[in-house]
């Protein structure tokens, strides 16, 4: 089956302007996650939806940074007023359940502020 | 954030050998996992440890989570071509909010024919 897509695979933008990235979990995955890998780094976590439940936001940088999750499956990270720290390959991850399933990962969007 | 301390950061072998990498925390963790990640990929989940002196094997590599639940170790042996790449280790805690994943900074392995 299809596993979790990632879009776009690569974003270019100026600083301070925002940009939204995509991610499509694995169907019938009721968790999602976001990290961030910056360059030469291991991936932290920015947040989790499961289900209907409140998001664990405890991950997110900063007040630019937030998500959101639509009808329990498509989730989209929105960086706002972009700093050129802010580059990183952004990954998203789903599982079945939630904390203790194991977490399939997309293959990142690739995020350069110039 | 928190990270684990994974060591090394680079091997450099040659194939057929063997290879080992490491990773230890200052806290506990219920659930230790190793993760390959390819270029241009996400992480692939290689093994999970769930209970602490627990050994476990998936081919070529063995895993083992430590006693003190601070630390895990990945071998690979008679490593060839494509175990090529970056190996991360990540640490689980149970209970509500806790189960994101805390990654260690990674082990780049390149294998020499």
């Known amino acids: 089956g299809a596993g979790v897509s990632q879009s776009p695979s690569n974003k270019v933008t100026e600083k301070g302007k925002d940009v939204e990235l995509r991610c499509d979990p694995i169907?019938?995955?009721?968790?999602l996650y976001w990290y961030r890998q910056s360059l030469g780094q291991g991936l932290e976590f920015l947040i989790y939806f499961q289900g209907n439940s409140a998001p664990d936001k405890s991950g997110l940088p900063s007040d630019r940074f937030s998500a959101e999750r639509t009808g329990g499956s498509v989730s989209t990270l929105t960086i706002q007023r972009t700093q050129q720290e802010d580059s990183a390959v952004y990954l998203c991850a789903s599982s079945l359940q939630g904390l203790t399933d194991t977490q399939y990962f997309g293959p990142g969007t690739r995020l350069t502020v110039l | 954030g928190q990270q684990l301390n994974q060591s090394p950061q680079s091997m450099f072998i040659q194939e057929g050998e063997d290879v080992s990498m490491n990773c230890t925390s200052s806290s506990i963790f219920n659930t230790w996992l190793w993760y390959k990640q390819d270029p241009g990929e996400g992480p692939v989940l290689l093994i999970a440890l769930y209970k602490a002196g627990e050994l476990t094997s998936n081919g070529r590599l063995t895993a083992q989570f430590g006693i003190t639940r601070k630390d895990s170790f990945l071998n690979i042996s008679a490593s060839i071509p494509s175990d090529v790449g970056i190996y991360f280790c990540a640490g689980q805690k149970s209970g509500t909010s806790y189960g994101k994943l805390t990654f260690g900074q990674g082990t780049i392995l390149t294998v020499h024919p």
């Open positions: 169907s019938g995955h009721t968790a």
